[in-house]
């Protein structure tokens, strides 16, 4: 797909028919681009790379190589579904990296959020261009670049790319064969190439994950409580009809303990702060109106499923004044 700018006369890709002629004719172009040649591809299992994915090993198969880093960092089950989908089902030549150690020891004693932030994307580039580097014959990097994108960087680069930032020895020639599409458009296009549901409606998630919800400096028990914490609340929330009506939802963990009691017995354990917004945009938000049982059934499960938790608050808060996230 050439040039940066998307033709007034492309039809907005809204229904399977649309979608599966974007298919053919990407795989062509592809094709033609790629050739015999191999491909490399940081696969986050976000809905942007798992469909640049299925796209290439549409268009050429073991050709690709896609490297997954797990930094840690990531929801319950989602490395596995990476691994299951597109190595089991999909056939992909993946490259699944362990880097949850790595991550951790860097990010340790490390509370303040902008410098969390600035770790976890140096290290994912070095975890990135180490596996890279040992691999021969790599011509092309592709990445899921979308048309907001490039929108909304002044000089048409992603600039918070997962993989921008390679050194200058490994520069590669791009592949981005969603970059003239809008949001919605991926994921009709990821519906089409036959993607699970959970990966291609998935909520937004920041690119730091769970790493700016484990509040101040990361700790292996808090992070496993936001993790498991987090896997409740999607699971109520796809139970009780949520899923897909409620723009953002998850869950994050403070850095002091509070008072409480459990089975008769003092504890000193962490509180867990659950959020709920609607958006258009992502600038302004609203919370979402949970209903009371609903919250008090997560409450219950969290409080007794979830260690080292005694305590759980409802965020009220709409944005501004807060945002979003926490940190
Ligand atoms: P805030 O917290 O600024 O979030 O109201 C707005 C939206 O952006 C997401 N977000 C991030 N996404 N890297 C990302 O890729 C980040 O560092 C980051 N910080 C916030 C947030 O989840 C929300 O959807």
């Given at each position: 797909m050439q040039g940066n700018v998307r033709p007034e006369t492309m039809e907005r890709i809204t229904t399977p028919e649309l979608a599966e002629a974007?298919?053919?004719?990407?795989?062509?172009?592809?094709?033609?681009?790629?050739?015999?040649?191999?491909?490399?591809?940081?696969?986050?299992?976000?809905?942007?790379?798992?469909?640049?994915?299925?796209?290439?090993?549409?268009?050429?198969?073991?050709?690709?190589?896609?490297?997954?880093?797990?930094?840690?960092?990531?929801?319950?089950?989602?490395?596995?579904?990476?691994?299951?989908?597109?190595?089991?089902?999909?056939?992909?030549?993946?490259?699944?990296?362990?880097?949850?150690?790595?991550?951790?020891?860097?990010?340790?004693?490390?509370?303040?959020?902008?410098?969390?932030?600035?770790?976890?994307?140096?290290?994912?580039?070095?975890?990135?261009?180490?596996?890279a580097r040992k691999l021969d014959g790599i011509e092309f990097l592709a990445q899921g670049t979308i048309y907001p994108d490039i929108l909304e960087s002044d000089d048409g680069v992603k600039a918070h790319h997962n993989v921008g930032g390679l050194p200058e020895d490994l520069q590669f020639e791009l592949v981005e064969p969603v970059k003239l599409l809008f949001k919605d458009e991926v994921r009709v296009v990821g519906k089409a190439l036959g993607l699970p549901d959970n990966m291609v409606f998935r909520q937004p998630f920041p690119g730091p994950g769970l790493g700016v919800r484990c509040l101040g400096a990361i700790t292996r028990d808090r992070l496993e409580a936001v993790r498991e914490s987090d896997a409740i609340l999607r699971e109520e929330f796809a139970k009780n009809g949520l899923e897909g009506k409620v723009w953002q939802y998850f869950t994050a963990i403070p850095d002091f303990k509070g008072v409480g009691i459990k089975d008769g017995k003092r504890t000193f354990e962490y509180p867990v702060f659950i959020r709920a917004v609607n958006t258009k945009d992502a600038m302004t938000a609203t919370v979402e109106d949970v209903p009371f049982e609903l919250l008090q059934h997560i409450t219950k499960r969290i409080t007794t499923e979830v260690e080292n938790v005694n305590r759980v608050l409802y965020d009220l808060t709409p944005k501004p004044s807060a945002t979003i996230e926490w940190e």
């Amino acid at each position: 797909m050439q040039g940066n700018v998307r033709p007034e006369t492309m039809e907005r890709i809204t229904t399977p028919e649309l979608a599966e002629a974007f298919i053919a004719e990407q795989v062509k172009e592809l094709q033609e681009q790629i050739g015999d040649k191999k491909v490399l591809l940081a696969l986050s299992g976000g809905v942007d790379s798992s469909v640049v994915a299925a796209l290439l090993i549409k268009a050429v198969g073991q050709q690709l190589v896609c490297v997954h880093v797990n930094h840690g960092l990531l929801r319950k089950g989602e490395p596995e579904q990476v691994v299951e989908v597109f190595k089991n089902q999909m056939n992909a030549n993946l490259i699944y990296v362990d880097a949850v150690d790595r991550f951790l020891d860097k990010l340790a004693g490390v509370a303040e959020p902008e410098k969390k932030r600035k770790i976890i994307g140096a290290e994912f580039i070095r975890v990135f261009e180490e596996e890279a580097r040992k691999l021969d014959g790599i011509e092309f990097l592709a990445q899921g670049t979308i048309y907001p994108d490039i929108l909304e960087s002044d000089d048409g680069v992603k600039a918070h790319h997962n993989v921008g930032g390679l050194p200058e020895d490994l520069q590669f020639e791009l592949v981005e064969p969603v970059k003239l599409l809008f949001k919605d458009e991926v994921r009709v296009v990821g519906k089409a190439l036959g993607l699970p549901d959970n990966m291609v409606f998935r909520q937004p998630f920041p690119g730091p994950g769970l790493g700016v919800r484990c509040l101040g400096a990361i700790t292996r028990d808090r992070l496993e409580a936001v993790r498991e914490s987090d896997a409740i609340l999607r699971e109520e929330f796809a139970k009780n009809g949520l899923e897909g009506k409620v723009w953002q939802y998850f869950t994050a963990i403070p850095d002091f303990k509070g008072v409480g009691i459990k089975d008769g017995k003092r504890t000193f354990e962490y509180p867990v702060f659950i959020r709920a917004v609607n958006t258009k945009d992502a600038m302004t938000a609203t919370v979402e109106d949970v209903p009371f049982e609903l919250l008090q059934h997560i409450t219950k499960r969290i409080t007794t499923e979830v260690e080292n938790v005694n305590r759980v608050l409802y965020d009220l808060t709409p944005k501004p004044s807060a945002t979003i996230e926490w940190e």
